[in-house]
């Protein structure tokens, strides 16, 4: 008997695999592999998702109207030019689907995040990746790849799981030379902890024009992943097509209520990002000293470089052993590569005092 048979295009990526959570053998083991935020959800997020469970029978905003608000106010744009999603990866999603398709070319950098290439694959773009420097997105490797079929490049800035960042005169560069009916899509997921001077997220490039968009997310130092919740700020023309094409009530109750929470949380975003800072730099130096590689970063991980494969794969296993989850980045062509998320001061002090234990054996 004959079975219903998918698109092509399904097979022909391998399903996106999140940071473990879990370890044979340890209860409550020390998680650094997703780039969670270090403190938790804020309190008044915690308050107001139990505030909007008895509502729970009601459908939410469908526009997320008091949402965006909240999000025009804090980082002060236009309601009407944002739109919310069920993470930033569905925004990043739609857009694909909504600008790409068969006969299409996406482009993204060697390193770029994997969701990219996993809906471009999807919605049957070809997807081009463009060589790095120095694990930084080449501006001139991308322009070099863009043919008349192009019609979206994807740079996420800083980049994951990289860390790097290009600088604002790169980036005003690439959407000078891209020819204008190319869709310059700016994953800025990290944005709220760079501490590079002169570092733009988006919002210049975008007001500048009608070609370009920004994505953002509250999963990072807004601690609320769990209840998937990003937003994008885009030219009228993008917003416009973005409302035609997600679900209905694509943003739940639970989530418009503990971001609005989490955007009005006193202090919170400057807590995160001064502890931050701090925690990158000394575990950083902590492992340059033990004589592991690390490459800049401006995200909320660092990117861990230990030569060869095997030996990044026997560090794993070693942290591991101790009860610490990292990430492997084998599947970004980076093997020899662990990246780390940055926790509390404890829990930095744990991964570094464990890999000085690995590398002394």
């Known amino acids: 008997m004959s079975a219903p048979t998918a698109r092509a295009e399904v097979f022909s990526v ?7 959570s879990a370890l044979p053998g340890f209860t409550t083991p020390l998680k650094l592999s ?3 935020g270090a403190f938790g959800p804020p309190p008044g997020a915690i308050k107001a998702l139990a505030k909007a469970g008895a509502t729970m029978h009601r459908y939410p905003d469908g526009g997320a109207t008091a949402l965006r608000r909240a999000i025009g106010e804090t980082f002060g744009l236009n309601p009407e030019r944002i739109v919310c999603g069920n993470g930033s990866d569905e925004i990043l999603s739609l857009l694909i689907q909504s600008y790409g398709g068969p ?3 996406l482009i993204m950098s060697a390193h770029g995040f994997a969701i990219y290439e996993i809906a471009g694959k999807l919605a049957g773009c070809t997807v081009l990746k463009a060589a790095e420097r120095n694990l930084t997105t080449d501006v001139d490797a991308i322009l070099a790849l863009v043919t008349p ?5 994807f740079i996420a800035n800083p980049n994951n799981p990289t860390g790097t960042l290009l600088p604002q005169s790169e980036m005003e560069r690439l959407r000078a030379a891209l020819p204008a009916e190319v869709l310059l899509v700016i994953d800025a997921a990290y944005a709220e902890y760079v501490d590079s001077p002169g570092y733009n997220p988006g919002t210049a490039l975008v007001d500048a024009g009608e070609n370009c968009v920004m994505t953002r997310t509250f999963s990072k130092i807004f601690g609320l992943g769990g209840v998937r919740l990003g937003w994008g700020y885009a030219p009228a023309n993008v917003i416009d097509v973005l ?24 202090g919170w975003l400057e807590k995160g990002r001064a502890h931050n800072t701090q925690a990158r730099a000394r575990l950083t130096a902590r492992l340059t000293q033990i004589g592991i590689k690390t490459h800049p970063s401006e995200a909320n991980f660092i990117l861990a470089d230990f030569t060869m494969a095997e030996r990044a794969l026997a560090a794993d ?32 002090n744990l991964v570094a005092t464990a890999l000085a234990d690995f590398t002394h054996g």
């Open 34 to 36: 997703s780039n969670e």
């Open 14 to 20: 391998a399903p996106y695999v999140g940071g473990e």
């Open 317 to 348: 296993e070693f942290l591991r052993s101790r009860g610490i989850i990292v990430r492997r980045v084998a599947s970004y062509g980076l093997p020899h590569c662990l990246r780390i998320t940055i926790g509390t001061d404890d829990e930095c």
């Open 103 to 105: 006969g299409t070319e």
């Open 149 to 153: 079929a192009t019609k979206m490049v």
């Open 243 to 266: 409302n035609r094409t997600r679900p209905p009530f694509n943003v739940n109750a639970f989530a418009a209520a503990a971001g609005i929470a989490a955007l009005a949380e006193p």
